[in-house]
């Protein structure tokens, strides 16, 4: 796996969780690493991104509730959910664009990749 989640599990409302996701130490260069939600019969959804330089953006749904972060060296980046509701029950995936990875002396350039997903389920 190229990105790794960590975290998540059943909590109830009013609770929080922390999210991570790791990158291959083989990516030297990552333009922007966040989160996607899935929610029960919906499209997958942007949530909350982080480029290289720091530029954040969130969706209308989890501003004020959950910040993004992110480490460069060491291609890691984090998701801090506050004050979580049921409706926050999703699958979560980690994302990174336009990814370079390493290999001897070639590289490689991934438009789009993903984490492994991790269920949340927020109870009342």
């Known amino acids: 796996e190229r990105l790794v989640q960590s975290g998540g599990g059943a909590v109830q409302a009013g609770e929080s969780l922390r999210l991570s996701c790791v990158a291959s130490?083989?990516?030297?260069?990552?333009?922007?690493m966040g989160w996607y939600r899935q929610l029960p019969g919906k499209q997958r959804e942007e949530i909350a991104t982080?480029?290289?330089?720091?530029?954040?953006y969130y969706a209308e749904s989890v501003k004020g509730r959950f910040s993004v972060s992110r480490d460069n060296a060491n291609n890691t980046v984090w998701l801090q959910m506050n004050g979580l509701q049921p409706e926050d029950t999703a699958v979560y995936y980690c994302?990174?664009?336009?990814?370079?990875?390493?290999?001897?002396?070639?590289?490689?350039?991934?438009?789009?990749?993903w984490g492994q997903g991790t269920l949340i389920t927020v109870s009342e």
């Open positions: 982080v480029t290289s330089t720091g530029t954040t």
């Open positions: 130490e083989n990516f030297f260069s990552i333009g922007s």
């Open positions: 994302n990174a664009k336009d990814a370079s990875e390493a290999f001897g002396s070639s590289w490689h350039k991934f438009v789009e990749l």
